[in-house]
């Protein structure tokens, strides 16, 4: 069977790109509150409104995270699938954000995210290759808890954590690989308010992990049987997602 390169979704980079979120947060508060003069606030009051409401824009990567069971066929045919390449989806939305105080804040962002995996089928007998794409468009409606750093200036590092359920209005039967409609994930991120004389930009990049299996094993919607092998040759999977969002208060 051939080899495949580590995807960038994979434990090991999720847990260095949490240890890096906080880190860069603490540098970027220490930063601010030991390496700069104090400048004129803009817009000082607006994050002491009980509400806050916003629009977002965007856009993500997705991946999907499978466990082979090694199933053959009586051909001796064995098939395992990977994302064989990335493509940046879509993601757009609003934003109502609750305070509770000084530096904790809950957040609703109900988005759509319009993306696409690449999925590659590699056969270990004869290294023969079959490819599927598969859409979506994935109504969501994440619940964050936000926990911001002092502001300095005209700008405040935060970090952000919560679930995410996802609705995908496109899944398509037939095809080798079927994907429930449903998931829910877990989010991590961090980000950082700039304010600017007339609004609030907002740069975040939230990482996202499904908690459910979204492989549906139960498939009468294929008239090909010989399609079966490639469901039966998957355990589980669980989708990842990079979120990229540009928020404007």
């Not at 879509?90 to 109900?110: C, D, M, T, W, Y």
Request: net charge positive.
């Amino acid at each position: 069977m051939k080899s495949h390169a580590q995807s960038p979704y994979s434990p090991s980079c999720w847990r260095s790109l949490c240890a890096w979120l906080a880190a860069a947060v603490l540098m970027l508060s220490a930063t601010g509150a030991g390496a700069q003069t104090r400048k004129v606030m803009n817009r000082p009051y607006v994050d002491q409104r009980r509400l806050h409401y916003g629009f977002l824009a965007g856009f993500h990567m997705q991946d999907l995270e499978l466990q082979h069971n090694g199933f053959t066929d009586a051909a001796g045919n064995q098939w395992h699938a990977d994302a064989g390449s990335y493509e940046p989806g879509f993601s757009v939305g609003v934003l109502a954000e609750l305070r509770l105080n000084e530096n904790f804040s809950l957040r609703a962002i109900p988005s759509m995210h319009f993306g696409t995996r690449n999925m590659t089928y590699h056969n270990a007998l004869n290294d023969e290759e079959q490819r599927q794409t598969l859409k979506s468009t994935f109504i969501s409606l994440p619940l964050n808890l936000k926990f911001a750093a002092e502001r300095f200036n005209n700008y405040r590092p935060y970090l952000v954590a919560g679930i995410n359920p996802m609705y995908d209005l496109t899944v398509k039967k037939g095809q080798n690989l079927l994907l429930k409609a449903f998931d829910c994930y877990l989010e991590v991120g961090l980000g950082c308010d700039f304010y600017t004389p007339f609004f609030k930009f907002i740069p975040e990049i939230k990482f996202a992990y499904g908690l459910a299996n979204v492989v549906d094993k139960k498939r009468p919607d294929l008239t090909n049987p010989e399609q079966l092998i490639f469901t039966n040759s998957i355990d589980k999977g669980r989708s990842k997602m990079i979120i990229f969002t540009f928020y404007f208060e």
